[in-house]
């Protein structure tokens, strides 16, 4: 039996309501402005589905009580997965901010007081890390 028109969307609704936690439950959670200290290859969840990943560094700094022809640079890599698939970005201290895609908005900005100064040539140990302490902004 074929309902009248307005008694179709009615019985179209119920199924309709049913598919609303569903729907609800893919939606990313608003991303929250915080502050994270990170080590290398440690990872934090911003928002459901979303997270953030220290994976590198490059440091070729000029050593302390040296003398250099070329200052060097510092480099920091990091992964963003989201729903979207996984996104690359880099700060340092020439570029401490960057407003990854995935962030929508957001930003994510390097704690620069937090990055030591270059070590003194010779000290440097194969274990030694730079952690860093990243401050994100929801907009």
């Known amino acids: 039996m074929k309902l009248p028109r307005p ?18 439950g893919c939606a990313a959670a608003p991303l929250q402005d915080a502050m994270y200290p990170l080590r290398p290859e440690q990872s934090v969840t911003l928002a459901r589905g979303l997270v953030l990943t220290y994976d590198s560094y490059s440091d070729s700094r000029c050593p302390a009580n040296t003398r250099c022809v070329w200052a060097g640079r510092l480099i920091f890599r990091f992964l963003i997965e989201g729903p979207q698939g996984t996104e ?52």
Do not use: C, Q, W, Y
């Not at 008694?7 to 609800?24: K, S, T």
């Not at 994510?108 to 140990?125: H, N």
């Open 88 to 139: 690359e970005f880099t700060l340092g201290p020439d570029r401490p901010t960057a407003a990854p895609a995935a962030l929508r908005g957001g930003h994510v900005a390097l704690d620069m007081s937090a990055i030591p100064p270059a070590r003194a040539a010779g000290t440097l140990k194969p274990n030694d890390v730079i952690p860093v302490t990243l401050k994100v902004t929801a907009r």
């Open 7 to 24: 008694f179709a969307a009615l019985a179209a609704a119920p199924a309709a309501l049913a598919l609303l936690p569903l729907l609800a």
